[in-house]
Nanobody, 122 residues
Framework: QVQLRESGGGLVQAGGSLRLSCVAS????????MGWFRQAPGKQREFVSA????????LYADSVKGRFIISRDNAADTMYLQMNSLKTEDTAVYYC???????????????WGQGTQVTVSS
């Protein structure tokens, strides 16, 4: 059974930074892609970023490009999301996911974490 556990969320002022982590345990896909999604109150879940197994392929939503950095440590089965220059509109529950390819499509992602809350105050 695959488990994904996110951490690192919290309350931060606009302009600040946070680093999210996602630890995977159990048997996942072979050479899995890992990704981050988020869901703000009253909105649909949206893609944030994804990274391929070798860390060469990385994809970002336009809304976070230049501010967020995705990375992973395969030896530790961990993925990170460094979030800089945070805006109030980044407030959401952030979800970690494991999938097959580096795409933004939700249907590509097979396993999901429970989410971690990020709140950015003005």
């Amino acid at each position: 059974q695959v488990q994904l556990r996110e951490s690192g969320g919290g309350l931060v002022q606009a302009g600040g930074s946070l680093r999210l982590s996602c630890v995977a345990s159990g048997q996942t896909l072979s050479r899995p892609t890992m990704g981050w999604f988020r869901q703000a109150p009253g909105k649909q879940r949206e893609f944030v970023s994804a990274i391929g197994y070798s860390s060469v392929a990385r994809l970002y939503a336009d809304s976070v490009k230049g501010r967020f950095i995705i990375s992973r440590d395969n030896a530790a089965d961990t993925m990170y999301l460094q979030m800089n220059s945070l805006k109030t509109e980044d407030t959401a529950v952030y979800y970690c996911a494991v999938g097959r390819t580096v795409v933004s499509r939700e249907s590509n992602y097979v396993y999901w974490g429970q989410g971690t809350q990020v709140t950015v105050s003005s």
